[in-house]
């Protein structure tokens, strides 16, 4: 019938959403088709729209709707600062914290070879040719300002190894290179807290 494979359909394309899995596909599918179609054709609207309009920031690759995304287009930013960050989603937190006003590279990954993942999969090319440009051609969207990268990829083993390379590749470029301290949450108890991040803490103190 063609109802059930639009339906499986639906469910299929729910289910290639980052943890959900099959009965959340369905819980989802259901609750749109039953109770709220307005809002499921709006939601395929906005999915379409998306598609069609966001794209990648030529400079920092994240993701934005214009050539060149608002951070990169601000001139009261730090140019001589670099946080690299893994996706879109770790440069949101970034921003969030107010804490920080240089400018970003988004790698859309970490390195996995597991995976099949490697440097070339994930835009190291992009941000070597940004920082260490290899002829005329890249020496055009260099940015001569930076001074520091910071490396902001995640403390999993995947993103060390990622910052592990990064950092490698930059040596001897005269360029400051630092990785986001790991330390005690602020507000709890050491008992509570795990060993490893007890003993970064205590390798990280200043």
């Avoid at 639906?10 to 959403?17: E, K, M, S, T």
């Avoid at 949101?92 to 996995?112: C, H, N, R």
């Amino acid at each position: 019938m063609a109802e059930g494979r639009a339906l499986q359909t639906l469910l299929q394309a729910l289910g290639r959403l980052p943890g959900v899995g099959q009965k959340s596909a369905a819980r989802m599918a259901f609750q749109l088709l039953q109770h709220d179609r307005p809002g499921a054709l709006k939601l395929a609207s906005a999915l379409q729209q998306a598609v069609e309009q966001v794209r990648h920031c030529k400079v920092c690759n994240t993701l934005t709707e214009d050539e060149v995304c608002a951070i990169c287009r601000d001139g009261r930013r730090d140019r001589s600062r670099l946080c690299v960050v893994e996706t879109p989603a770790d440069l949101a937190a970034m921003e969030s914290t107010q804490a920080y006003q240089g400018l970003y590279f988004v790698l859309m990954g970490k390195i996995s070879p597991l995976d099949g993942v490697g440097p070339q999969d994930i835009g190291l090319d992009r941000l070597f040719d940004r920082l260490a440009p290899r002829d005329a051609q890249d020496a055009r969207t260099a940015d001569p300002s930076v001074q520091e990268v910071i490396l902001a990829t995640n403390f999993t083993a995947e993103g060390e190894a990622t910052a592990h390379v990064i950092a490698q590749g930059l040596k001897g470029l005269g360029l400051k290179v630092t990785r986001l301290a790991r330390g005690v949450p602020a507000g709890s108890e050491l008992e509570y807290v795990d060993l490893g991040t007890i003993a970064h803490a205590l390798v990280d103190r200043r």
